[in-house]
């Protein structure tokens, strides 16, 4: 198993444009999550999904969209980025609930000039 | 107030010696605790879950004071490969995951 994988890893982009963070998984989870992470704050859910066609927002929605077409991959879409959107971001999966333990992808850290 | 808080550290500790370190929680119907290990530039992993009755694993225990709303892990006979940053994770009102910003530990020779 390949557990949870993220692309790309690194990113730089302009103000202003847009790009999808990709993630899957292949332990037929169904809970996805996406969350960013920021210095000296803890992990931040961005949106979240409990099964295939449904998605939910969670802390920090703004600035993203997501889609859940199958149970393994879950894009994380930035539609015009900001340099607040700056960031690490993990995608993290997890059986059947968020209690259940949360597997991470490697990350993806995002510049945004 | 910050849902769970962490003092950030680091916490620099000789090797072979316990550390304890702890995490305070805001939603007093949460449920839920973990302790996450994330070593730097790397993904957060599980390191043990905190039940009522606390949690051992190995050199690692871990305990929940529901009274005066903290959480606690404890590291003896700490190694080296014990470096890194501890995150503390509890449940906001919604049941979504809150986690605190981390705590870093670095273990000297």
């Known amino acids: 198993n390949a557990g949870v994988t993220q692309t790309p890893k690194f990113q730089v982009l302009k103000t202003g444009q847009s790009m999808t963070l990709q993630c899957a998984q292949d332990?037929?989870?169904?809970?996805m999550s996406w969350y960013r992470q920021d210095p000296g704050m803890g992990l931040r859910l961005i949106h979240y999904s409990v099964g295939a066609g449904i998605t939910d927002q969670g802390e920090v929605p703004n600035g993203y969209n997501v889609s859940r077409s199958t149970t393994e991959d879950f894009p994380l879409r930035l539609l015009s980025a900001a340099p607040s959107q700056t960031s690490v971001y993990f995608c993290?999966?997890?059986?059947?609930?968020?209690?259940?333990?949360?597997?991470f992808g490697p990350g993806t850290r995002l510049t945004v000039l | 107030r910050k849902e769970v808080e962490q003092d950030p550290g680091p916490f620099n500790v000789p090797e072979g010696a316990t550390v304890a370190f702890n995490c305070t929680y805001s939603n007093s119907a949460s449920q839920s605790f973990f302790w996450y290990r994330q070593d730097c530039r790397k993904e957060p992993k599980l390191l043990m879950s905190v039940y009522s009755s606390g949690n051992e694993d190995g050199r690692f225990t871990a305990q929940l004071n529901r009274a005066s709303q903290y959480i606690s892990l404890l590291i003896r006979d700490s190694k080296l490969s014990d470096s890194a940053t501890y995150l503390c994770?509890?449940?906001?009102?919604?049941?979504?995951?809150?986690w605190g910003a981390g705590t870093k530990l670095i273990i000297k020779p």
């Open positions: 993290a999966s997890s059986s059947t609930t968020f209690t259940d333990t949360q597997y």
């Open positions: 994770v509890g449940m906001d009102s919604n049941y979504q995951l809150i």
């Open positions: 332990m037929n989870h169904e809970y």
